[in-house]
């Protein structure tokens, strides 16, 4: 089933990316880049170091960030390099990553809400960015239920 522009702008898909980004980044210690370079990457299954490359142009320059992704467990390696049948080693999104998108996800798409409870770490904050946030969440869950 294909999807028009209009069907895509009535189950507002995108109205909270910011606000699901941004939980999604504090609360697993992502940068913004790394974790739409992961939704990229996973779009693609399989990917080379060469893939990786292509796909960071349009992000900011961070030298350490494809072995921030591999140390911190977000990508893993799919087949290693061997010097006779495999030029190069081949690497997926970790299971994690994959989780995590899925997550992401289904709370644009409203079937799951922002987490709320006390133990969340991006909830229950005390700066005044934190309550505006908190705010923007309340907000997108009476808007889920309307």
């Not at 995108?14 to 980004?21: F, I, M, P, S, T």
């Amino acid at each position: 089933m294909r999807l028009s522009a209009s069907d895509l702008k009535e189950i507002n898909l995108l109205k909270y990316y910011r606000l699901v980004r941004r939980w999604a980044c504090k609360t697993y210690d992502l940068k913004d880049a790394d974790l739409e370079l992961l939704i990229y990457l996973d779009c693609k299954e399989l990917f080379t170091r060469n893939d990786f490359i292509n796909g960071v142009y349009t992000y900011s320059w961070d030298k350490d960030r494809w072995e921030r992704l591999r140390r911190n467990g977000w990508i893993d390696v799919f087949k290693e390099r061997n010097r006779t049948s495999s030029k190069y080693a081949v690497y997926k999104v970790a299971n994690k990553g994959r989780l995590l998108i899925k997550r992401i996800y289904r709370i644009l798409l409203a079937e799951e809400d922002l987490p709320t409870s006390a133990r969340s770490v991006f909830y229950n904050n005390k700066t005044y960015t934190d309550r505006v946030y908190n705010k923007a969440i309340d907000d997108m869950i009476k808007d889920k239920d309307r």
